[in-house]
């Protein structure tokens, strides 16, 4: 067909089409476009609709669409005449599958929606003049017809009551639904994207064989209809596409409110019309193969009543009216009336107390007890207690009444109308929970998932009025992100674009506002885990005593003084003791140029040691600093930094870095400038953990030592224990360092670094420097130092580091058997690096895919962070008493990203 009606000499390749037949054509020289024979049902009219419809949306500068490069021409198909024509082929692929959309391609599915819209607002053509069976305004019929083939009589009474009550609402707000030309189908599978490194950008359309004119909006219901068959989509998830086509094409209240309810009735269309489909083209896989999609699609479509839906739309999109507020008037006398705060910043879930099942009738029945007749939780409270550990999707938190628990029995009203509002009061053992929602609404559970909160508290009331109580917190995110551009200057970065506010911590667990709790994968500074209790107590009671200089003579900084440097082998034995890593590391370098009298250091390439300003010039890490190369001082020299996976020499010929470093070493001392000190991490972090070559720092350290200079090793990322089999990082190596830097675990938090030396480094610094510390050594600095070490040793961390962190690299290195993009696994114990590449034998790095993966990590409750000058090693470095549970939870995590896409 191709040669004969358009000349062509290709091979042709079926591609799937619901309705037409579609083939890819491949010629000599490439692909040479895509041949389409319409349907013999569409009109000459239509067609030439459809190709002045993709003309007017390829104008648009931000959008691709398959325009007519040949045709159209009439061939035969079975004997009948049909129309053809060769249409240009658009690159990049479609979101056509079952993976995982992104929120940034969720977004972008909805910007090409929005364009789309746009583009054919002014389009008019007497081929739109059709009726559909796509188009949404038919589709209380489509289904009326088609429902008798849906097979499963328990799903086709779901679609027809779905239908029903969708049609009912879409009906009652018709007439404010401004009708124009769309493209009808802007979904996954007619959407292309352009691939930028590594990542799907949505920015053309495929695919008028649905052009109409229809309601403007349902253009959007269309395409996040399609979001929904995608893995680990729900509702929620199509709000960046709702967001972006708003931005663009802004919504009235009215096709907001008909968006939900149009949502369902295009799922409904398109499981009705699969299932007709299938039944008269059974041998049609694209039929037979989208048909178990569209099911899903529908299911989570009508998972969420649409009231909801509607509520939580028309509030993120701005349109959403004031809560409502119920007239002043006690149904209930509960005499004195205790408040009880279940939310992450209440002192009552302090210590892990809301892992404890039951916590709230503990607290309440404890508040009774002292003479309480009532206690009262909040309306709208996201309360920490009803949260999860370990869990994928959020837990149901936020609570849409109020509890109370009483200490008399107290007549209650069966159901008391409040103008417009139903007062529902349900018992159960303990409490008796106090609701309040819109007549006419959906009954309302008493807790529900925070991403849907919004749209529950629309239909629903505060009955704290009613009760004589103060209202519940207020709702709507606080910009606290606005404050912190406006107040923090911007240098100081935050994890991740939409953070959550996380405002407590437990063990190897973070709390966020909203009360879900996440994983923490990459806090190396809370090494015993997050508000570990005995810190606390010893904080607290040296704060209460007291907290001075270490020019005053109290006990604790020499006990710990002592402690450190009975925790390093000889000559290891005087302390210094700073608030910081970066001071370490400045005062360790400080100590190298005093004591030697040289001028000059020596640096490992990719490396971190501070901010001040000697530990700044020898960080030469350019994903902290990108100007890190170019900015050294003259002072500083950097050697490669020793990287047997990817650096100048891999694997067995990783030996041959010490032996430049030595070259340069030499080099220097030959030109009169020997090194005062070579610095480097004793295990390379920055990497991801990985160890040096085997006797790297035993030679360099043996020839910056014969030029008179000192070997300084920074602890204060890997040292402490994380690394399970060594305490120290230079153990690995075999070594002995002149000075050590140790900061981060040493304090759990809690500014706390010290610097580690010989007496006779210390003297000779002593007698040619100076150094004070106003809260370095500290009481209360040197109490938690020794607790912190108490809680190691007592808790077994760093054994657990080594038992759990085996555990979790052999997972990590199955996964790496199964996934391509998984490079390496490095590291030893709870100090772990996966590195992400796009290509093994490149060694590419997946810088965006990396971050992609960490978002995705965040949505599944794990937080986890890039590493590397090229950020595409997922840093492992949590808290060391994360359990097997925690790490399996991770591992799987982890799997479920790379299977499903990111
Ligand atoms: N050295 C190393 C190896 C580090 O990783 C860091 C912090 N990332 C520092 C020094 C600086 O420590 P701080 O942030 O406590 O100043």
Request: net charge negative.
């Amino acid at each position: 067909m191709a040669k004969s009606s358009f000349g062509l000499t290709v091979r042709a390749q079926m591609l799937g089409s619901q309705q037409d037949s579609n083939f890819l054509l491949v010629a000599a020289g490439g692909v040479a476009g895509v041949l389409k024979v319409a349907n013999p049902a569409f009109s000459a009219a239509e067609i030439e609709a459809q190709d002045a419809a993709a003309g007017v949306i390829a104008a648009d500068a931000e959008l691709r669409a398959a325009t007519v490069r040949h045709g159209p021409a009439t061939v035969a198909v079975d004997g009948e005449p049909a129309l053809a024509r060769v249409l240009t082929y658009l690159p990049g692929g479609t979101l056509t599958g079952p993976g995982y959309l992104s929120p940034h391609v969720v977004e972008g599915l909805g910007t090409v929606a929005g364009r789309v819209s746009l583009a054919l607002r002014p389009f008019t053509h007497p081929g739109l003049d059709r009726v559909l069976q796509w188009d949404l305004r038919h589709a209380d019929r489509v289904v009326g017809v088609l429902a008798g083939h849906v097979r499963d009589a328990g799903l086709r009474a779901r679609v027809t009551d779905a239908v029903a009550a969708a049609w009912g609402r879409v009906q009652a707000l018709a007439a404010g639904l401004p009708v124009q030309a769309v493209h009808g189908d802007v979904t996954d599978d007619n959407v292309v994207c352009t691939i930028r490194r590594g990542l799907r950008i949505p920015d053309g359309v495929i695919d008028f064989g649905d052009l109409t004119s229809s309601w403007a909006v349902g253009e959007l219901a269309v395409a996040i209809t399609s979001v929904l068959r995608h893995a680990g989509a729900e509702p929620c998830s199509v709000r960046p596409a709702m967001r972006a086509f708003h931005r663009l094409r802004p919504l009235s209240a009215a096709e907001a409110a008909a968006l939900w309810p149009l949502v369902v009735l295009r799922a409904a269309v398109l499981v009705v019309s699969g299932e007709q489909q299938a039944a008269i083209d059974d041998g049609n896989d694209y039929v037979t193969g989208a048909l178990e999609h569209e099911r899903r699609c529908f299911e989570r479509a009508v998972s969420v009543p649409a009231e909801v839906m509607t509520g939580l739309i028309l509030a993120e999109l701005g349109l959403g009216g004031e809560p409502r507020r119920v007239p002043p008037g006690r149904v209930l006398n509960l005499g004195r009336c205790a408040v009880l705060d279940m939310s992450v910043q209440s002192d009552a879930v302090d210590q892990g107390a809301w892992l404890e099942p039951q916590l709230g009738d503990r607290l309440a029945e404890a508040m009774l007890a002292d003479g309480y007749d009532a206690v009262a939780t909040r309306f709208g409270e996201a309360r920490l207690t009803e949260s999860r550990t370990l869990a994928e999707v959020s837990p149901a938190t936020v609570a849409t009444g109020i509890d109370l628990w009483l200490a008399a029995p107290v007549e209650l009203p069966a159901e008391a109308g409040v103008e417009g509002l139903v007062l529902t009061l349900s018992r159960d053992r303990t409490r008796v929970h106090v609701g309040l929602r819109a007549a006419g609404a959906p009954e309302i559970p008493p807790l529900v998932r925070p991403e849907y909160a919004a749209g529950w508290l629309a239909l629903a009331a505060d009955p704290a009025p009613l009760l004589g109580l103060a209202p519940g917190p207020a709702q709507g995110a606080a910009d606290l992100l606005g404050r912190r551009a406006a107040s923090f200057a911007a240098v100081q970065e935050h994890y991740y674009a939409d953070p959550p506010r996380i405002e407590r911590g437990w063990r190897q667990h973070l709390a966020a506002t909203d009360g879900r709790v996440y994983l923490d994968m990459v806090n190396n500074v809370a090494v015993l885990g997050h508000s570990h209790p005995r810190v606390e107590a010893a904080a607290a009671r040296q704060l209460r005593r007291l907290n001075t200089n270490s020019r005053f003579n109290y006990a604790a900084v020499v006990d710990f003084s002592e402690r450190l440097a009975g925790l390093l082998p000889a000559p290891l034995d005087t302390v210094f003791l700073v608030n910081s890593g970066s001071e370490a590391v400045d005062l360790a370098l400080r100590l190298a140029l005093v004591s030697t009298g040289h001028q000059d250091v020596v640096a490992v390439r990719e490396a971190y040691h501070g901010w001040t300003y000697a530990s700044d010039a020898v960080s030469t890490s350019t994903a902290d600093n990108p100007g890190a190369l170019t900015t050294r001082p003259a002072w500083v020299h950097a050697v490669d930094p020793p990287n047997a996976y990817r650096g100048r020499y891999r694997g067995a010929q990783a030996g041959r870095y010490a032996a430049d470093a030595v070259r340069a070493i030499a080099g220097l001392a030959a030109a009169g400038r020997p090194p005062a000190a070579f610095l480097a991490e004793p295990f390379y972090g920055n990497a991801g953990g990985m160890p040096l070559p085997d006797g790297y720092l035993a030679a360099v350290y043996a020839e910056v030592r014969r030029h008179g200079g000192l070997a300084i090793a920074d602890e204060v990322q890997v040292g402490y224990g994380r690394l399970g089999h060594w305490f120290w990082g230079f153990e690995q190596q075999g070594v002995v360092p002149d000075v050590v830097t140790v900061a981060k675990a040493m304090g759990n938090g809690y500014p706390l670094g010290a610097v580690v030396t010989s007496r006779q480094i210390a003297a000779r610094y002593r007698d040619a420097g100076y150094f004070f510390s106003s809260t370095g050594g500290s009481p209360v600095s040197s109490v938690i130092g020794l607790t912190v070490l108490d809680v190691i040793a007592d808790e077994g961390l760093q054994a657990n580091a080594a038992r759990v962190g085996g555990h979790l690299k052999a997972r990590l290195e199955e996964l790496a058997g199964r996934h391509e993009l998984i490079g390496a696994v490095h590291g030893s114990g709870l100090y772990l690096g996966v590195e992400l590449v796009r290509d093994r034998g490149t060694l590419e790095p997946a810088t965006e895919e990396t971050m992609a993966i960490c978002d995705r990590m965040l949505e599944l409750g794990v937080i986890i962070q890039p590493t590397s000058d090229r950020m595409c090693v997922l840093k492992i470095k949590p808290p060391l008493c994360l359990d097997i549970a925690g790490a399996d939870y991770f591992a799987d995590a982890l799997d479920r990203v790379l299977t499903e896409g990111w």
